[in-house]
């Protein structure tokens, strides 16, 4: 959360990528074969190379088949994969793959027209899709993946380049994939039913169907179907899709609604809460004892735990020193007088230098167990998810199921993903905040630091504006999450983030747009969300370096909602 990274080399690409995202193109026409020769690595890496020998195949996990791609940056080389794909002068082709991994690209270049690529930052099977044209006289492009500079591995798999024969052979044409499996209910609220299911090898898509119609299209494994009645039960089957066709619909399952409610966790959070971000940590803000953290704050995150060699696990260590001989038994005491104030603390999971990873059922465990353990060490309420680097949305769901199991209807669990992380349901942090809607407080998404987005208009917003504040967070009230778990995250002041820092006053504008159609900007959102449960700000220090600036004048004006 402290001086968030965001290069701003990533910036630009991550601007040019959402707006090549408004072209994806449809199916490719039946005569169309797919040019791209051993797709899905099942020959090992023939026809292809890897920059600086950073590629290898790997069994699992894979996507289709029984191979993929597995390609590890270091240093300066960003682990970028190619291979020289034969092409027919002014055609069009679709170029597509499934990948994973944090900030993993997809291209073609050399197309003698407008070279083109796109990105994702999801750590579960993703596929990313463009078009491009050849030129006049290109008889060739190059197809490419990369990650990016000090992240950890990707994963690629079952490329193609779909369009008219260019002569050099390729992989043969998809078959319509197998019916779904496994499909099941994996939570539910009062207006909504999350659904789960298998992979299909070949697919690239999923139709979801409630009662026999067709109600959504996904590309993961999962989808929240929201606008239903509470207290009452619905049917619904999946069915798998490529470009060859849809397969049939799976058996169907049953989900009922639950009696009442918005959904969420939390026990006596207010209706309308503001969440502040204590540094355990000196950074040239404000050192701060909790007690002296300002009142209208009433959930307070402590920044951080910490990673431990234990898989999933973390720890917490209070910065005694840094923080001018702040003792273990102050710290807890301090916690529980916020407590008797009705305020909520909870430990915060990740930050910017977080590397936490929970990708299996072992750390699963091993991350709710340990959770659970700081909160009975310390007294802490629950928890706080600003992992940085990527998450599992099946594994970080288990485990803060697992979490809730044993901590209760009390636990607050809320969640701090940065914008690129909100932009699609089918994103790993969208992912998670719906499996786990029924026990999710609030998602408190990081309006700051951030590249020029998407509304949920499809009009793009730069940062530092009423729109982008509202624009973004429509995204999230439209895709599933109650208003109750929607808030604005933003720096206490200039210098708690890189960029990004707007007034409170414009922060009190967007919650006013948002909640009750007024101040709004160019955007305004199509109904109002009365229930938005309000605004977070890093941090409760560098809000004190301003004299409480910005939480005397965004308290206020979130519990007067």
């Not at 009190?508 to 747009?513: E, I, P, R, S, V």
Request: proline share 3%; net charge neutral.
């Amino acid at each position: 959360m402290p001086g968030r990274r965001w290069a701003g080399a990533l910036a630009a690409v991550v601007t040019a990528s959402v707006l090549s995202l408004t072209g994806l193109a449809g199916q490719a026409q039946a005569a169309d074969i797919n040019n791209v020769k051993n797709g899905g690595f099942e020959s090992g890496l023939s026809n292809w190379t890897c920059s600086a020998g950073s590629g290898t195949t790997v069994s699992s996990p894979v996507h289709g088949g029984s191979a993929a791609l597995k390609a590890t940056p270091a240093g300066q080389d960003y682990a970028q994969c190619s291979q020289s794909v034969a092409v027919k002068p002014n055609s069009t082709y679709t170029l597509s793959a499934w990948v994973q991994g944090s900030y993993t690209y997809l291209g073609v270049s050399g197309t003698g027209t407008t070279d083109v690529s796109t990105w994702t930052p999801n750590t579960t099977w993703t596929q990313l899709t463009n078009t491009f044209t050849t030129g006049a006289s290109t008889t060739s492009v190059t197809v490419w993946s990369h990650g990016w500079y000090g992240q950890p591995a990707y994963l690629a798999d079952d490329f193609s380049v779909f369009g008219p024969d260019g002569g050099g052979g390729g992989d043969p044409a998809p078959t319509v994939p197998a019916t779904p499996a496994g499909l099941a209910v994996s939570g539910t609220t009062s207006s909504s039913v999350s659904l789960a299911w298998n992979t299909v090898s070949g697919a690239t898509g999923y139709n979801v169907y409630q009662g026999g119609s067709k109600v959504q299209s996904v590309t993961g494994t999962s989808a929240t179907v929201s606008g239903l009645t509470a207290s009452t039960s619905y049917s619904f089957q999946v069915s798998a899709t490529n470009s060859a066709g849809e397969s049939a619909k799976s058996s169907a399952v049953t989900g009922t609604t639950a009696a009442s409610g918005g959904g969420g966790g939390g026990g006596t959070v207010p209706a309308h809460a503001v969440t502040g971000y204590w540094q355990n940590f000196n950074n040239g803000a404000t050192v701060q004892k909790l007690s002296a953290v300002q009142s209208q704050y009433d959930i307070i995150a402590v920044a951080f735990a910490d990673a431990t060699s234990t898989p999933g696990a973390v720890s917490f260590t209070l910065d005694s020193a840094g923080l001018g001989g702040y003792t273990v038994d102050q710290f807890k005491a301090d916690i529980k007088a916020k407590q008797a104030a009705g305020k909520k603390v909870i430990i915060s999971i990740g930050g910017q230098n977080g590397t936490i990873s929970v990708n299996d059922s072992t750390s699963a465990t091993n991350f709710a167990n340990s959770v659970y353990s700081l909160m009975q060490t310390y007294g802490f309420n629950g928890v706080d998810i600003d992992l940085e680097n990527g998450l599992n949305a099946t594994y970080m769901s288990q485990a803060l199921r697992s979490l809730s199991t044993k901590a209760g209807s009390s636990l607050v669990i809320t969640m701090a993903p940065q914008t690129i992380d909100m932009q699609s349901t089918s994103n790993s942090y969208f992912q998670t905040a719906l499996n786990i809607k029924d026990i999710l407080t609030v998602v408190n998404m990081q309006y700051y630091n951030s590249g020029s987005m998407l509304g949920c208009d499809g009009k793009v917003y730069s940062q530092g504006s009423v729109d982008f504040l509202t624009a973004l967070a429509c995204i999230q009230l439209q895709g599933g999450l109650d208003a109750s778990q929607v808030g604005l995250g933003l720096p206490a002041s200039t210098s708690g983030a890189g960029s990004g820092y707007v007034s409170p006053t414009i922060v009190n504008n967007a919650l006013d747009c948002l909640t009750k159609l007024t101040n709004c900007g160019s955007f305004k959102p199509s109904k109002a969300y009365p229930g938005l449960r309000g605004a977070m700000t890093w941090s409760t220090n560098w809000d004190a370096s301003a004299g409480n600036a910005w939480s005397n004048a965004v308290g206020p004006h979130v519990h007067a909602l």
